[in-house]
Nanobody, 125 residues
Framework: QVQLVESGGGLVQAGGSLRLSCAAS????????MGWFRQTPGKEREFVAV????????YYADSVKGRFTISRDNAKNTQYLQMNSLKPEDTAVYYC??????????????????WGQGTQVTVSS
């Protein structure tokens, strides 16, 4: 099992940027496909992005494509979500996720076995 801790959330004006980080510990970070999700009160958790073990493959939800960038640094056991051109509708709790299955499976199922505690992102208009 891998433990995940998000950081970097906060309050930002529309059009601004934030970078979220997710630090992993417990197992070999590079053996996990990583992802980001978000959730607002009363709604289902929403897929945001996924990245393969090596970082060579990424996939995004249409709602964030072109604005958000997922990346990872396996030497630092950390993944990132760079969020640019933020909109009020991006306001949510953002969750880091990890799974031991290959990217080719996870990008389809979007099922992850390990989750962080979440970090709040609030975008003001």
């Amino acid at each position: 099992q891998v433990q995940l801790v998000e950081s970097g959330g906060g309050l930002v004006q529309a059009g601004g940027s934030l970078r979220l980080s997710c630090a992993a510990s417990g197992r070999t970070f590079s053996s996990y496909t990583m992802g980001w999700f978000r959730q607002t009160p009363g709604k289902e958790r929403e897929f945001v992005a996924v990245i393969s073990r090596s970082g060579g493959n990424t996939y995004y939800a249409d709602s964030v494509k072109g604005r958000f960038t997922i990346s990872r640094d396996n030497a630092k056991n950390t993944q990132y979500l760079q969020m640019n051109s933020l909109k009020p509708e991006d306001t949510a709790v953002y969750y880091c996720a990890a799974d031991a299955k290959k990217w080719t499976t996870v990008v389809i199922t979007r099922e992850f076995g390990s989750w962080g505690q979440g970090t709040q992102v609030t975008v003001s208009s």
